[in-house]
């Protein structure tokens, strides 16, 4: 897979799994980022706390390189105009730190779905972090090309999982340590282990 293709990929575990340093990690090679930072965890960029100030701060910097990293107050409420914001500026890369709560089985905003569906032709990666896999929409999962998977416990996760990437991915789980991982991609048969 080319550096510079533009996928979904989604990573899954427990508080304190190392789902954001991974998550970290994966930005570190995007020049223009916004992550949406629910929980007050990234501090490399810009940080912004509301839509008043960002929209002025993202029309000067949309054409050219940008790392912003946006802890909403209302974050329910301001994620669909997020959304638009990374639909229209295209080629960029978009972080959603507890995805679970945009994208449940039983709501998906139209510019959110825009982006999970059709934002690699308008160059767009989103890496979606998530404790509970369970709740998201099928679409996302069915639309990712690679997912992260910490030390899953919880019956409902694990069962989803099984049904989503199988019993081989499954068995993997008992094996892991702390702060490793279950690497799946589209695919490849092969699974890999890694450590945040």
Same mark, same amino acid.
């Given at each position: 897979?080319?550096? *510079?293709?533009?996928?979904?990929?989604?990573?899954? %575990?427990?508080?304190?799994? %190392?789902?954001?340093?991974?998550?970290?990690?994966?930005?570190?090679?995007?020049?223009?980022?916004?992550?949406?930072?629910?929980?007050?965890?990234?501090?490399?960029?810009?940080?912004?706390?509301?839509?008043?100030?960002?929209?002025?701060?993202?029309?000067?910097?949309?054409?050219?390189?940008?790392?912003?990293?946006?802890?909403?107050?209302?974050?329910?409420?301001e994620f669909e105009s997020?959304?638009?914001?990374?639909?229209?500026?295209?080629?960029?890369?978009?972080?959603?730190?507890?995805?679970?709560?945009?994208?449940?089985?039983? *709501?998906? %905003? !139209?510019?959110?779905?825009?982006?999970?569906?059709?934002?690699?032709?308008? !160059?767009?990666?989103? /890496?979606?972090?998530?404790?509970?896999?369970?709740? /998201?929409?099928?679409?996302?999962?069915?639309?990712?090309?690679?997912?992260?998977?910490?030390?899953?416990?919880?019956?409902? !996760?694990?069962e989803y999982f099984r049904?989503?990437?199988?019993?081989?991915?499954?068995?993997?789980?008992?094996?892991?340590?702390?702060?490793?991982?279950?690497?799946?991609? !589209?695919?490849?048969?092969?699974?890999? /282990?890694?450590?945040?």
């Amino acid at each position: 897979m080319s550096k *510079s293709e533009k996928i979904i990929e989604l990573i899954f %575990g427990k508080r304190g799994s %190392g789902k954001s340093y991974l998550a970290q990690k994966l930005m570190a090679g995007h020049r223009r980022y916004l992550i949406y930072d629910t929980l007050g965890e990234y501090k490399d960029g810009i940080v912004i706390q509301n839509l008043q100030e960002l929209k002025p701060f993202w029309h000067k910097v949309y054409r050219r390189n940008f790392r912003i990293v946006y802890q909403p107050l209302k974050p329910v409420q301001e994620f669909e105009s997020i959304c638009e914001l990374v639909w229209e500026c295209e080629n960029m890369a978009f972080l959603v730190e507890e995805i679970d709560c945009f994208c449940s089985s039983l *709501s998906l %905003g !139209d510019s959110f779905q825009s982006v999970i569906q059709r934002g690699r032709h308008r !160059d767009i990666s989103l /890496i979606g972090v998530t404790q509970r896999p369970h709740g /998201i929409a099928r679409l996302i999962t069915s639309q990712a090309k690679q997912m992260y998977i910490f030390n899953t416990t919880e019956p409902r !996760d694990i069962e989803y999982f099984r049904q989503v990437l199988g019993e081989n991915v499954v068995q993997k789980f008992a094996d892991l340590k702390q702060y490793e991982f279950v690497k799946w991609q !589209d695919g490849n048969e092969q699974l890999e /282990i890694g450590r945040a």
